[in-house]
């Protein structure tokens, strides 16, 4: 999977590169600054530590290092740990742990809900990556109809079942302004499933305006409860706020990692993920710039929300008839282990496709 938002590096010298991946890995491992004395004993160079402070301060004037607070030690930038994912590794293979040659998303997992999958999806993607797993539901515009049903609660109230092509399903109330019969729901639904079966929302849409322009709905009594139903159904104003869900888990792991972060930091991301709004807002930029087979990782202040510029977020999106359906991802600290995340999300991106895949042969 390609790895996006590429920079080039050619400001650093050879020297710099081997210093910079070696305070880089140690700050993934430990999280915590080095200093030149500690550093000296770890890389190949033989180098002296007066050597590689200068080197660090080099570092530093280029953003690649920051120094926190006093102390001797640098730590990584966001531009850093870019240079890392982009270089390091983009020139070796990914490593994929042979654990994850075991892990596969099976047909027995399939119950009736395509949701239900979803959200053990991202339990799977925590529970493998020690980080917080991420599953973006697919968007309703890009789903196709498998069936409709109908079902009346009340007078001009009733539940819409929508089940996709893929096993997604969805429900909803919606309230109509005329009323209608059970035995009409049931011409009503018959007629959607006969005439929109594996056509997307935008094609039916087109199909009901169709309709519209030539005036049968006008004549007709079933072709006017079509429109109306399928136009709250389908609608644009159905679909608003709702085009897409996100399933979160393992949020915990996130803050037990970033315990040194203040209390108002913690508040801050805890309440980013509670609403999820901001948070879609980025993964849908993702997805939105994705080819298919395209990984993102997003690191720091290029996520552009304030609560995420001490994450990092892997993600790569699942595919279905050829197109990204939604995303699969972890999001973590930002001294995450990327060559491990990348794996874990590569993985289960290829999986999810699959599976899809074979659900509808």
Known sequence: MALQIAHTTRDLSDRE?????????HYIERGEPIGSRTLSKHISLALSPATIRNVMSDLKDKDYLSQPHTSSGRVPTDKGLRFYVDTILKQKQTRVYKMLHSVELGRDIIKQDLSDVLNRVSGLLAELSGEAG????????KMRLKSLG?????EKK????????SGFVQDKIVFIEEDVSKSELTKISNYINHHFEGKSIPQIMATLRHL???DRVAYDKLYRHVVAISTKCFGYEAHQGDEENLYITGTNQIVDKLDALDFKQVKSLLE???????LLKVLQSFISACNKDDLVVSIGRENHEDFL???SIVSAPYSYNGDNYGIVGVIGPKRMDYSYAISVVSHIA???SKLLEELTV
Do not use: D, H
Request: hydrophobic share 50%; glycine share 2%; charged share 25%.
């Open 350 to 352: 290829r999986q999810l």
């Open 212 to 214: 519209i322009e030539e």
């Open 158 to 165: 009733i539940i819409v079942i929508f089940v996709s092509e």
């Open 150 to 154: 109908l079902v009346k609660l009340a």
């Open 134 to 141: 991420l599953v973006l539901t697919p968007q309703i515009s």
């Open 309 to 311: 510029t001490r994450c």
């Open 17 to 25: 590169r081997t210093i910079l991946i070696a305070i880089i890995e």
């Open 272 to 278: 980013g993920f509670e609403t999820k709004t901001r």
